[in-house]
């Protein structure tokens, strides 16, 4: 027999570690707790999600507020208008 064979025939064990991890982690599955614990998960997650969009949408709407209240009464272009406005109706030019 050749050294290549032999080699080619021995188990790999990591493949074998592997598949048991795999059929453990679904025979864990069957049983009612640990599909409890999984939906819990999920409810949890859920719930989360949810509550960073509520808190990413408020802060999203608190700076399009900050920004439109800065455009309409003290953005940098309608107080360099008032300033024109104001000079040239002194007579200062």
Not at 7 to 26: N, Q, S, T, Y
Not at 84 to 90: M, V
């Amino acid at each position: 027999m050749e050294e290549g064979s032999e080699e080619r025939m021995k188990p790999d064990f990591r493949i074998w570690k592997l598949a048991c991890g795999v059929l453990a982690v679904v025979a864990a599955c069957q049983f009612y707790f640990v599909q409890e614990l999984i939906a819990a998960f999920a409810f949890f997650a859920i719930g989360f999600a949810a509550l960073a969009l509520v808190v990413v949408s408020l802060y999203m709407l608190q700076k399009a507020w900050e920004l439109t209240i800065a455009h309409v009464f003290g953005g940098k272009h309608a107080a360099g208008q008032g300033l024109k406005a104001e000079g040239s109706a002194r007579g200062i030019s």
